[in-house]
């Protein structure tokens, strides 16, 4: 259990999903249906309106121009910030705050479990409530999760705020990769 074990570890994953994304990037063709069950393959080039190839640089211009996608990638990786926060926290929170490093896998448990079904529900209310609504319930949900520590440290509180915390980034995260 050492620093340049676990980065070795890491750098071994971030290889294996780069090569899985390629992959799937790779393999993955867009298929339209023109008549009721036929499907024809379709060419992944970028046509612009008037049919033209469109090259990689303008395509990458209009990416990083759309300030939706910007503001999608933002949000994603505060999510995933937080998420990642939370996780680590749990442990230097229960141990030194605390007191209590026992305590640690009871509220992990919750925090981790109350994200699935949540995720789910959020992917399936989606449609109905929107990405924008979804998102802002799962942040708000989870900011009383945070904010209910500083209420009170007893053990039915925090395990209030870490599943307000999981439901939220469950319901807040549906909305990040659609």
């Known amino acids: 259990y050492t620093q340049k074990g676990f980065i070795g570890a890491v750098i071994v994953y971030m290889i294996i999903y780069v090569i899985a994304t390629g992959i799937c990037v790779a393999l993955t063709r867009e298929r ?3 008549n009721k069950g036929d499907n024809e393959q379709v ?6 309106n008037h049919g033209n190839t469109v090259g990689i ?3 990458l211009k209009s990416l990083f121009t759309n300030k939706y996608w910007l503001l999608s990638c933002a949000t994603g990786t505060l999510i995933m910030f937080l998420m990642g926060t939370t996780g680590s926290a749990t ?3 229960t141990q030194y705050v605390l007191g209590n490093v026992s305590l640690q896998a009871l509220l992990s448990a919750v925090y981790s479990l109350s994200m699935i079904p949540t995720l789910v529900l959020g992917i399936a209310l989606i449609g109905k409530l929107g990405k924008r609504n979804c998102l802002m319930i799962g942040m708000g949900t989870s900011a009383i999760g945070f904010l209910l520590p500083l209420i009170s440290t007893a053990t039915p509180v925090l395990i209030a705020g870490m599943l307000l915390k999981g439901f939220g980034f469950g319901f807040g995260g549906a909305s990040m990769n659609s």
């Open 91 to 93: 442990v230097y929170y």
């Open 57 to 59: 640089g303008r395509i």
């Open 43 to 48: 060419d992944n080039t970028v046509k612009d």
């Open 32 to 34: 339209v249906s023109i």
